[in-house]
């Protein structure tokens, strides 16, 4: 019987798929945006940065770009070629890989001496394996969709699991 397995997959994909839905936006610098002479590391600090989620880099193109370095480039200011920048002024990265990223600004002595670089670590979407469980209060209050996230899921994982029950 096929249906046994769809039940499966569609409970499964129930449990999931908010996680993705829920993907956050950060506006790196938010009101500041891309600019030199503003902490990012400051900024990125407590921010939950998931696969998935997206960041904005807003900026005027004609004083910055963006550009995807390693951590040695990053920490040395090492400036790829022209051709590998983001530079339309409103880019959007999506965090598809966990790990950590490092961005910088290419435009004269941003990253050297106004440093304008931006360094995340990004967590693995599915990070805390099942079952899901609350966040404590305690933790970064953006969080928010975060609790939301995990409470829905852990309904989803009681009612996925009471189907199964009766399925099997
Ligand atoms: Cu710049």
């Not at 480039?73 to 983001?86: Q, R, V, W, Y």
């Amino acid at each position: 019987m096929a249906s046994k397995q769809m039940y499966v997959v569609l409970a499964v994909m129930v449990v999931i798929l908010p996680s993705v839905a829920l993907a956050t936006e950060y506006v790196v610098g938010d009101d500041k945006g891309w600019t030199p002479n503003f902490d990012y590391q400051t900024w990125a600090a407590g921010k939950d940065f998931t696969v998935g989620d997206n960041l904005v880099f807003k900026y005027d193109a004609a004083f910055h770009d963006v550009f995807k370095v390693n951590g040695t480039a990053f920490k040395d200011c090492i400036i790829p070629p022209a051709n590998e920048s983001l530079n339309t002024g409103n880019d959007i990265i999506t965090l598809v890989t966990p790990g950590r990223k490092w961005y910088i600004c290419g435009k004269s002595d941003h990253c050297a001496k106004g440093g304008q670089k931006l360094a995340i670590t990004v967590s693995d979407s599915l990070a805390p394996a099942s079952p899901p469980q609350w966040r404590p209060e305690a933790e970064a209050p953006n969080s928010a969709n975060g609790i939301v996230a995990a409470g829905y899921q852990a309904l989803m994982v009681g009612i996925a699991a009471i189907v199964l029950m009766i399925m099997v």
